[in-house]
């Protein structure tokens, strides 16, 4: 369980490699519940640490640019959304739950990278 918490930090292509490769060989076990929740939890951090750096971040943009931003999180929250809800198959079982909720958890860290990247930039200038 906490091997997969530990994937989230990786880049989104090697997240879902790994995690699906594990998938793969421990689904069939029964495990689905516990990849969940430890999916759940990263999301869950991921969320806390995006809210944080959209705090400090637009206060020190520009009145555009805090605008666009703002503008462009909601346009990628309604992607995250309902690409996982597009995603997800009602008759391919628990991993089916699994591979739509990988889907909303790649998308959360590379919003969170995103965002640590624009912090970064605007810090720096």
């Not at 995006?50 to 971040?57: D, F, G, I, K």
Request: charged share 30%; hydrophobic share 40%.
């Amino acid at each position: 369980g906490d091997q997969i918490c530990e994937l989230a930090l990786l880049d989104e292509r090697r997240l879902a490699e790994t995690l699906k490769a594990w998938m793969r060989g421990r689904a069939k076990a029964g495990i689905t519940v516990p990849m969940q929740d430890c999916m759940n939890a990263e999301v869950e951090r991921l969320e806390k640490h995006m809210a944080e750096q959209r705090a400090r971040l637009v206060p020190i943009l520009s009145e555009e640019r805090a605008k666009a931003l703002n503008d462009a999180l909601n346009a990628w929250e309604n992607l995250r959304k309902n690409g996982s809800s597009a995603m997800y198959d009602p008759d391919g079982g628990t991993l089916a739950t699994v591979i739509s909720s990988l889907w909303y958890l790649e998308q959360t860290a590379r919003m969170s990278r995103w965002l640590d990247d624009m912090l970064n930039s605007a810090t720096s200038q």
